[in-house]
């Protein structure tokens, strides 16, 4: 079975889109959905109970630790599949590629596989300019400090098995970089993973969570962290 993560705070106006998504264009049989409301404000939990109801596939889980990392955490606790995958509510990330995931993580027996924007093959939809100069500066700074080949770090979008992402908890990182701390154990640790070019469109309803300047020390935090991590996991060899 195939769980699908999607945290989601003031997300009510999205919560139909991905129920229409999920209940009429996914061909996947064996999968669910669950939905972790992060302190919503508006009637985000309200609406998405009533699809946990209404749909069997759907599960909703209200987050007990504030933050997006919180969320994920508690998602990835929770989730029944083989396979996690973690998506956002404004579903920039396309189905197709979700179904590409899936059917590559099987079919070559993987730990993870990281989908990237900025790869030929990818294809990338009205990014914000200016968040597209930081993003790009930097994931080129941790593709060389972790020596990888992998270049787009911060996206949410990616698959893993589910028992290695139970097995990084508990993750440390609170918020938008929970995104680069996974990503970055599977490389440090050794998993076995491969890229594939995916595609990304801006979002059409609701409004963005991500913040810049709120965010910078965090995701430097995190970045410090696990390059710590690799070298002391290099030096235990």
Known sequence: MLSILIPVRNEYENLDKIESIFSKKFDVTDFEVLIINDFSTDDTL???????????????????????????????????????????????DSLDDLKKYLDTIRSQNLDAVFGSRFIK??????????????????????????????????????????????????????????????????ITRNYNYIIIPISWQNRSKGEAKFNIKELRAKYLFTLIYCFIEKILLKKKK
């Not at 009205?126 to 787009?152: A, E, T």
Request: charged share 25%; hydrophobic share 40%.
């Open 121 to 186: 093959g990818s294809k990338l939809v009205d990014y914000p300019k200016k968040k597209l100069v930081l993003n790009r500066i930097f994931n080129y700074l941790v593709k060389i400090l972790f020596l990888s080949k992998y270049n787009d770090f911060t996206n949410a979008f990616k698959i893993y098995k589910s028992n290695v992402l139970k097995s990084f908890l508990p993750l440390i990182s609170e918020s938008f970089n929970i995104f680069l701390e996974i990503p970055l154990k599977i």
């Open 46 to 92: 309200k609406k998405a109970k009533e699809l946990s109801i209404k749909n069997n596939k759907f599960k909703t889980l209200d987050n007990k630790v504030k933050g997006l990392g919180g969320a994920i955490c508690q998602g990835i606790r929770e989730a029944k599949g083989e396979f996690t995958c973690i998506m956002m509510a404004d579903f920039s």
